[in-house]
Structures are given as C-alpha cells and as structure tokens.
C-alpha cells in the first residue's frame, strides 16, 4: 500500500515513533508534538511525494498532506503504537510560550470530533431546508428522529470533549466520561429547571445548564488529570486502580457544579455576549475583518483559538455570527485556485489548481493554500481581498450560523437560521468572493510555479556534458558532507568541494532562479534547463550573511566566469562553521549521472566533474 511506505517515511523523517510525543489530526494535515524537534529532517519530510507542505506553529509539527490524511494516520496506527491511549504529556506542556501550548491542546481537543460536527451540522441544515419547505413537521416521529440524530452530539458535547480532553491531560477517559455525564444528569437538570435551592454539604450550589456547553468539562478533565496523578503516586498499587476514580469523581463533580462549571458558562456568555457587541457596532467592517484574516490564521494554525468561540455562541445563544464571516475567505481560495487554472500554461500547474481548487469548495483549503496561491503570492493576496469583500456582504445581511462544520458546498445548510434573507445574504458573499478572486487572480498574473515550470524545459539531450566547478578546491563526493540531506542526495546528484578561495562564479551561462538574504547560497539554470543550486558551507545561514558578499541579484543574466557570492574562508572557519560546498543538480533525471575527477581544479580551467 503507498500510505503504509509514505507513513514509513512520514515517522522516520520525525524523528522516529520514540520521538513523537502525540499525533493527532484534521482535514489536512497530520499534527505531530515532538520531543525534541532538532531530530525532524524538515527537508526530507517536504521532498516526500504525497507531502504538500510543512509547517511549525502551535507547539505542533504539522504535515500537510491533504485528503489522503485519514489512510495516512491509519497506516501510522498500525505501524507505531501513537494511536493507543496517550501518554502523560505534562512534559510536552511545559514546554514553549503560554500560546503556542493553548493552540495545541485547543487543537488536540476538537480535531478529532470536527468530521461528526461536520456531519451532524449538515444533517441540522437539512432539516431547517426540509421545514421552511413544509417537507417535514416537527411534530412528526420521522422529523423527531433525524432532529435527535442532528442535535445528540450537540447536546451531549460535554461527555465527548471529556474523551478528548482525558486523551490530551493524560487523564482516565471513563471516568472523565463519568464526570461528564454527572454534569447532564436528567436530575442535575431538573434542578436547574425547576430553580431548586442546592447546596453540597452546606455550600450553595449555583447550578447552570451544561448541556452543549465546552469550557466546564475542559477545565473539570484538566484539574482531574492532577488530582489522578497525585493519587496514584501515593496509594497503593493494589488499590489505587479504584480508589483513585473513587477520589476523583467525588472531588471533581462538586468542585465543577460549585467552581467551575459557573466560571465556565458565566464566561462563555461573556464572550459570547462581547462578540455580538463587537459585531453589532459594525457589522461590515466586523465581517470583513474576519474573512480577510481567516486563512492567515489558519496558515499558523491560529484559527484553533477562535474555533471553541463557535462552538460557545452555538451552545450558549444557538447560533454563531462570526463563523459565517470565514466562508467567503474558503471559497476565495477556490476561486483564486480556478483562477490559476484558467490563467496558467503550464499542464501540471493547471491541473494542480483544478484539483486544490475543487477540494477548497469542499471546505479544505490546505492543499489550494500551499499547493497554488500561498506559493505563487498574488492569487493569496487577491483571495484576502476577496474574502474581505464577501465577509462584509456576509456581516450587512446579519448571517449566522446554527452548527459546527468546515464552511463548504456541502455544508452550507448549517448557515440556515431563522431569518433566509440572511442565508440569501451568505450565498451572496461567498460567490461575489469566489468570482471575484477568480477574476483578479487572471487580471493580476502570477509566474507560473517555477518548481513546475522546471519540468516542461528540456535539458540539452546531449549524452554528456561536462561544466566547470563553480568553487576552486578539492572534489569530493556529496557522501563526504556532514549535512545528510545532501549527503543523501535527497535533494539530488551532485558533488562537494573543499574550497581554496572564497569566491564562487557562474559554471554556465543561464539566469540566477534563487538568492537568499543570508547570502550563503544560490540557484540557478542553465541556458538548457539545468537546475543547480550551489550551498556554501554547512549552516552557514546561520550567520545571516556575515562573512558572505551577494554580486548579483533575482532573475540577472549570467555568463560563465561571473562572480556569484564572495566568502570569507578564515572568518567562516573560525566561528565553528565547515566550509564544504555542495554543489547539486536538483532537476537532474534518474537515467543521469554525475561522475567526478578527484584531482585539484581552478575554476579558469572549466574542467570536470562532468554528468553523463
């Protein structure tokens, strides 16, 4: 199966399963916590065929791999032991700023319920449509059968965040569970609907709903998760296994119906209420905002933050003003990616954004994102102003949302409220930002990917040829770099040299296709469509260009002889830094290979190592 060799690499190219601290996933990608991040081969992970991008944020090691991410994560799960019940992660916690560990765990919470929600909050639309139409009366058992269907997750949201929230705190998930389904008890609830007066030994109890709530049970399972620890490190082993669930279930429900249960749904209807305050000061702008900034929020994974917001206002008030306002930054990036389509030459460019594109009207913008508009910068730019737009339509017409679920084609239903003006309104925004970000991304131009341009030029098809070293010194192969990514050839064929001047010049005439701000390497193609990309010392770019003089600049015409970079060979050395230099042929065929001439070369003589 390709996902089992693809999960194979995915794990080892992380450092191995000893390093993976947690795996979760969602839509896209695969959401790795490691131990330590210095042993994931980043450059390996992104050269894998099936891996879009790679991306660090939030604590998290995410790879992006689109719609393939559910075999992916079961071809891990039968290969590792990630998928089991996991591990204490208090370490893991401690570790980064206070945000960066509120992203994950908010993300490790509720991935893994948002393919439910989607369903379930489609399922929601649907029955709204059915309704308005007259197709369905609630009264109905066939009606009162899909609503229960529709609305059980929401209603019982508690007990399912107690699984994922035990699975992240490292806490006992039955008896989170347990805990969870105290909280929606018919006779807890009873007694908040009837107003009796509650106390738990003498103390007053101020009981509330909690049934679709989402802040109690996150921080009833986090304080429970030590409560659990320090119980079973000072009870014996032969009793701990029941005393301690004992210990924690009559601390846990009192201390939540007493503590935080009324701090958890008290500051949800803050938020919930702020939002709306916000929103109705000016709902253009409110919504413009929004839209424009969602996929720059979802590029750092940021968006995990505002995700719990959604769930609250839906639980709290049953419905949501603020999701409506990121569809139309979803479908601005399908119509950005169309709008590559149409605009490109280029058959894989085109139909890469064919298919990204499609896959974002479905919600899943990652691949549209990394794959097509992120990489080539004006179809990004022309969605955010697009989805601005939309995001404004969305907020005059004052659309909401009634249930949880990734904005897309299919799951448009769930943007069904009581008012249809308001949902006419949503339909509005996001095809006026899908249209228009389709149209300026052909009015705007882009460059056609130069990753996918490299393939359509054909190389010289010459048996052989040979090219000067761009560095004078001594020729050796890639194995003896210590850096094994090039040693590898992971980034393709090629050679070293161990320089014996800081100056490296142009083997070829062609044009320069890469420079960098640390100066320390460059790329670039022949006149025949040869890719070479010339790296100077290794982790030299730690230096940020200190020791290193850049003599040309992007796209600048170049002839054999012309100097490139200059270096300092003394300066490099003494601060620690090896000063070996690949030099890699990164579109070189298969059927090609280099072959090198061991012997001591001057750049002015123009003599091997030579590719055959």
Not at 209 to 227: G, K, N, Q, R
Request: glycine share 8%; proline share 5%.
């Amino acid at each position: 199966m390709k996902y089992d060799q693809l999960a194979k690499e995915i794990i080892e190219s992380v450092g191995g399963e000893q390093n993976v601290s947690s795996l979760v996933h969602c839509a896209t990608r695969l959401r790795f916590v490691l131990k330590d991040k210095v042993k994931a081969d980043k450059l390996k992970l992104e050269k894998l065929e099936g891996v879009i991008a790679v991306k660090e944020s939030g604590g998290q090691f995410q790879v992006v791999v689109g719609n393939t991410v559910p075999e992916l994560y079961q071809a891990i799960g039968k290969q590792t032991k990630l998928m089991e019940e996991s591990t204490d992660t208090s370490e893991i916690n401690e570790k980064g700023n206070i945000f960066g560990r509120a992203i994950d765990i908010i993300s490790s919470i509720f991935t893994p319920l948002l393919g439910v929600m989607a369903g379930a909050g489609i399922l929601k639309g649907l029955l709204a449509i059915a309704t308005n139409a007259g197709w369905l009366i609630p009264t109905e058992t066939t009606y009162i059968i899909l609503n229960a269907t529709a609305d059980s997750l929401f209603y019982f949201l508690p007990i399912l965040l107690a699984v994922t929230s035990a699975r992240k705190f490292g806490a006992n998930q039955f008896v989170a569970m347990t805990v969870a389904g105290a909280l929606i008890y018919p006779t807890i609830i009873q007694l908040k609907t009837d107003a009796v007066a509650t106390t738990f030994f003498g103390i007053p109890v101020t009981m509330m709903s909690y049934t679709s709530t989402v802040i109690p049970i996150i921080l009833a399972v986090w304080v429970m998760s030590y409560v659990e620890k320090f119980f079973n490190r000072h009870i014996h082993e032969s009793v701990k296994n029941f005393v301690t669930p004992l210990i924690a279930l009559i601390t846990i429900v009192p201390l939540t119906l007493i503590v935080f249960g009324p701090i958890g749904v008290t500051s949800g209807d803050l938020i919930a209420a702020f939002i709306l305050k916000v929103l109705a000061f000016n709902p253009i702008l409110a919504g413009a905002f929004i839209a424009g900034v969602w996929q720059v929020l979802v590029i750092f994974g940021i968006h995990w933050g505002v995700v719990p917001i959604f769930i609250n206002n839906i639980a709290t008030k049953g419905y949501d003003y603020i999701k409506p306002a990121t569809a139309p930054a979803i479908f601005a990036q399908a119509g950005a990616s169309f709008g590559v389509m149409l605009r490109s030459k280029n058959k894989k460019l085109k139909t890469l954004a064919g298919s990204t594109g499609i896959t974002a009207l479905f919600g899943i913008t990652e691949p549209a994102v990394y794959g097509v508009t992120l990489r080539l910068k004006r179809p990004f730019i022309a969605a955010v102003i697009s989805a601005a737009v939309g995001g404004g339509i969305v907020g005059h017409f004052g659309s909401v949302a009634v249930a949880s679920g990734p904005p897309g084609l299919l799951t448009l239903p769930v943007f069904i409220g009581d008012s249809m003006t308001a949902f006419y309104g949503l339909l509005i925004g996001v095809g006026v930002s899908f249209l228009l970000s389709m149209v300026l991304t052909y009015i705007l131009g882009f460059e056609d990917d130069p990753i996918e341009k490299e393939a359509e030029i054909n190389v010289r098809p010459s048996t052989e040829m040979t090219i000067p070293s761009p560095v004078s010194g001594q020729i050796v192969s890639l194995e003896k770099v210590s850096d094994s990514v090039f040693a590898s050839g992971a980034m393709g064929q090629g050679f070293a040299v161990v320089p014996t001047e800081g100056k490296v010049v142009a083997p070829v005439s062609g044009q320069v296709t890469a420079i960098f701000a640390s100066k320390h390497a460059i790329g670039i193609r022949s006149e025949d469509g040869m890719e070479i990309l010339i790296h100077v010392g290794i982790d030299t770019v730690r230096l940020d260009g200190t020791h290193f003089e850049l003599h040309v600049t992007q796209d600048q015409k170049i002839e054999p002889g012309d100097v490139l970079i200059t270096f300092d060979m003394e300066s490099i050395q003494s601060e620690g830094y090896d000063i070996i230099t690949p030099v890699i042929f990164t579109n070189l065929s298969e059927e090609r290979q280099i072959t090198i001439d061991q012997d001591q070369i001057s750049v002015s003589k123009y003599n091997k190592p030579a590719f055959a």
